[in-house]
């Protein structure tokens, strides 16, 4: 990266420690791109297919709209047709910079919270990647640690153990995952430790420490209590640490795990539906002071994504836990019928590697790319 470049992990910093009234973030892509998957609070000028011909008369055309005294991060798909439009405006007396690699780049971005520091949650680091809306845990007591739903991109967790002087102990997953390819089994691997997944999930694969309901996971002198939550998958699990609730995809802080991308027929998606309820059912049973800390968010701004049982129970932000508070199965399943969203991109393919049956390729980067759609409404 050069040094009139912007690293995607301080564009993420800036955003997130409110310092992004000094930084307009100018997306060049073009604007289905763009309303697909974005930058939260960026402003489009599609003008990528002209930057790639090194013709700049529209962005020209905008000078006037842009900011003379805050500094301008330009963003496009790779960095590369950013780079000339950055190069442009400094040339016209802006201060602009390209966000190295782009989108591909913003995807890429780990950003880690310690829960005890903001939300009195003993013993665990929350690891959220604000590109891909993909949320992960390390759950420590002691010396030892258990990593739970990790990304691909396993560096990430080797350094927050190694920054906190914590051994990895285990490797979980709370069902095989649909948006983003897994990287527990080779965390694991590397480590050689226990791959920790529920049997309905498991596909083909071999050497996974398979887990049931009721079952604990050893992290020091505490554990994950295993709670076997399905309807996101078969498979899916929540679990227990303390006071926290690690919910994975089946419950969200606005909406809940959508429970159709095993089967997509209508009839398989309503029974999935109902298991999804019966599983919120027993999660709202546990005490208010319960740390909800699920595996995904949309456009939540708030850092850490944690809040107490009781608070989602009370706000009126997760229309579909009103329908389970209120005991009515037949809403909840009828409103997540008629308002899924369009499938994760790629989850296909994801989900074949991620249940061991095709190996990754070169391109597993790039499977992951674009907007969290694992929510059912």
Same mark, same amino acid.
């Given at each position: 990266?050069s %040094?009139?470049? $912007?690293?995607?992990?301080?564009?993420?910093?800036? =955003?997130?420690?409110?310092?992004?009234?000094n930084?307009?973030?100018?997306?060049?892509r073009?604007?289905?791109?763009?309303?697909?998957?974005?930058?939260?609070?960026? +402003?489009?000028v599609?003008?990528?297919?002209?930057?790639?011909?090194?013709?700049?008369?529209?962005?020209?055309?905008?000078?006037?709209?842009?900011?003379?005294?805050?500094? =301008?991060?330009?963003? @496009?798909?790779?960095?590369?047709?950013?780079?000339?439009a950055?190069?442009f405006?400094?040339?016209?007396?802006f201060?602009?910079?390209?966000?190295?690699? /782009?989108?591909?780049?913003?995807?890429?971005?780990?950003?880690?919270?310690?829960?005890?520091?903001?939300?009195?949650?003993?013993?665990?680091?929350?690891?959220?990647?604000?590109?891909?809306? @993909?949320?992960s845990? $390390?759950?420590?007591?002691?010396? #030892?640690?258990?990593?739970?739903?990790?990304?691909?991109?396993?560096?990430?967790?080797?350094?927050?153990?190694?920054?906190?002087?914590?051994? =990895?102990?285990?490797?979980?997953?709370?069902?095989?995952?649909?948006?983003?390819?897994?990287?527990?089994?080779?965390?694991?691997?590397?480590?050689?430790?226990?791959?920790?997944?529920?049997?309905?999930?498991?596909?083909?694969?071999?050497?996974?420490?398979?887990?049931?309901?009721?079952?604990?996971?050893?992290?020091?002198d505490?554990d994950l209590?295993?709670?076997?939550?399905?309807?996101? +998958?078969?498979?899916?699990?929540?679990?227990?640490?303390?006071?926290?609730?690690?919910?994975?995809d089946?419950?969200?802080?606005r909406?809940? /795990?959508?429970?159709?991308?095993?089967?997509?027929?209508?009839?398989?998606?309503?029974?999935?539906?109902?298991?999804?309820?019966?599983?919120?059912e027993?999660? +709202?049973?546990l005490?208010?002071?319960?740390?909800?800390?699920? /595996?995904?968010?949309?456009?939540?701004?708030?850092?850490?994504?944690? +809040?107490?049982?009781?608070?989602?129970?009370?706000?009126?932000?997760?229309?579909?836990?009103?329908?389970?508070?209120?005991?009515?199965?037949?809403?909840?399943?009828?409103? =997540?019928?008629?308002?899924?969203?369009?499938?994760? #991109? %790629?989850?296909?393919?994801i989900?074949?590697i %991620?249940?061991?049956?095709?190996?990754?390729?070169?391109?597993?980067?790039?499977?992951?790319?674009?907007? %969290?759609? @694992?929510?059912?409404?």
């Open positions: 990266m %040094n009139i470049d $912007l690293s995607p992990a301080e564009v993420a910093r800036r =955003i997130d420690e409110d310092d992004a009234s930084l307009f973030v100018l997306d060049v073009n604007e289905d791109d763009y309303e697909e998957w974005r930058i939260d609070g960026s +402003t489009n599609p003008i990528y297919n002209e930057l790639l011909e090194y013709d700049y008369s529209t962005l020209e055309e905008h000078l006037d709209e842009l900011p003379k005294d805050t500094e =301008i991060a330009v963003v @496009c798909v790779a960095g590369i047709t950013s780079a000339r950055a190069e405006l400094r040339e016209h007396g201060d602009a910079r390209s966000i190295d690699d /782009g989108m591909n780049g913003w995807g890429r971005v780990h950003r880690q919270y310690d829960l005890e520091d903001a939300d009195g949650v003993e013993g665990v680091v929350q690891v959220v990647r604000p590109g891909t809306g @993909c949320v845990y $390390l759950t420590h007591d002691g010396e #030892a640690a258990v990593v739970v739903d990790p990304s691909q991109y396993i560096d990430q967790y080797l350094n927050v153990a190694d920054e906190r002087d914590l051994e =990895i102990v285990g490797v979980a997953d709370s069902h095989a995952h649909a948006d983003h390819v897994s990287g527990a089994r080779r965390l694991a691997g590397e480590l050689d430790v226990p791959y920790y997944l529920h049997g309905d999930d498991a596909g083909d694969l071999e050497n996974v420490t398979t887990l049931e309901d009721g079952e604990t996971i050893p992290v020091g505490r209590e295993v709670l076997h939550t399905p309807g996101h +998958t078969p498979g899916s699990v929540s679990f227990r640490f303390g006071d926290a609730l690690l919910s994975g089946t419950l969200f802080l909406s809940v /795990g959508r429970p159709d991308l095993e089967d997509g027929d209508e009839e398989a998606i309503r029974e999935a539906s109902s298991q999804l309820f019966d599983s919120l027993r999660l +709202t049973d005490a208010d002071e319960t740390v909800v800390l699920p /595996g995904h968010f949309s456009d939540e701004s708030v850092r850490p994504l944690a +809040t107490e049982l009781g608070e989602l129970r009370e706000e009126t932000t997760n229309e579909l836990l009103s329908y389970v508070e209120d005991g009515d199965e037949s809403a909840f399943v009828e409103t =997540i019928v008629e308002s899924l969203a369009d499938e994760p #991109a %790629n989850y296909n393919e989900k074949q %991620n249940w061991g049956k095709e190996q990754p390729d070169a391109d597993v980067e790039a499977l992951e790319l674009g907007p %969290n759609n @694992c929510a059912a409404n």
